[in-house]
């Protein structure tokens, strides 16, 4: 059962702010909101996970709700390598598995 | 640090040999995970090792599948005899521990069985 729902595809202007919906309105007190990538060939790369606060890196950001229903990953500025797919993955603290589902497919466009 | 190292990057075999996949985890990293990716079924772990022992198996296919960490830097996994359905590239990926949220990605074998 998919803890997660995201949007298949969607595109981006380079040099424009990405806004990567998520929603995972099941979520329990205990767990996270983690952000995956995996650009084509390659592994799947961490991005940055949270709670219940606004996290930051030098990657991107994440914004959750307070409610803690949905969540969104924000890309500040998207360049043709951040072309890739992203999956939004709820996981406890003392879960190993990471779950990923189908991600969403994001075309960073010249 | 080199990050997650598999080997090799791509094999091609035909259906009945033995394929052997191997990765070496990141210097200090106790938590070793086996992945498979294919576009039917998406992303899966196979495997879980944590200090070297085997955690959780419930993923591995079937009984031709085994994985192995001879050392704490080190893991194989062999499928015996290979089947064309097991194409598929496989990830290993190591943490810190099991509580440690980041799992760090090998960049993965493309295997295709003939």
């Known amino acids: 059962d998919a803890k997660t729902t995201q949007p298949p595809s969607m595109d981006c202007a380079e040099g424009r702010a990405a806004n990567l919906p998520c929603n995972h309105s099941t979520i329990s007190g205990n767990e996270y909101v983690y952000w995956y990538r995996q650009i084509h060939s390659q592994g799947p790369q961490y991005i940055i996970h949270g709670l219940k606060n606004n996290e930051t890196n030098e990657m991107a950001s994440l914004i959750i709700t307070e409610d803690r229903k949905s969540s969104t990953l924000i890309l500040p500025h998207a360049t043709l390598r951040d072309t890739a797919v992203y999956y939004c993955i709820v996981r406890g603290l003392n879960d190993y598995k990471l779950s990923f589902g189908a991600g969403t497919t994001v075309t960073v466009r010249a | 640090d080199a990050g997650v190292i598999q080997s090799p990057r791509h094999e091609v075999t035909e259906m009945g040999q033995e394929v052997t996949l191997r990765c070496k985890l990141i210097s200090g990293h106790n938590s070793l995970f086996w992945y498979r990716q294919t576009m039917m079924r998406g992303l899966e772990l196979l495997i879980y090792f944590n200090n070297n022992v085997p955690i959780d198996d419930s993923g591995m296919p079937e009984d031709r599948f085994s994985a192995k960490m001879p050392n704490a830097s080190f893991s194989t996994l062999k499928i015996q005899p290979s089947e064309p359905r097991d194409s598929a590239v496989y990830f290993c990926?190591?943490?810190?521990?099991?509580?440690?949220?980041?799992?760090?990605f090998g960049p993965g074998t493309r295997l295709l069985v003939l």
């Open positions: 990926a190591s943490s810190l521990d099991r509580r440690q949220e980041t799992q760090y």
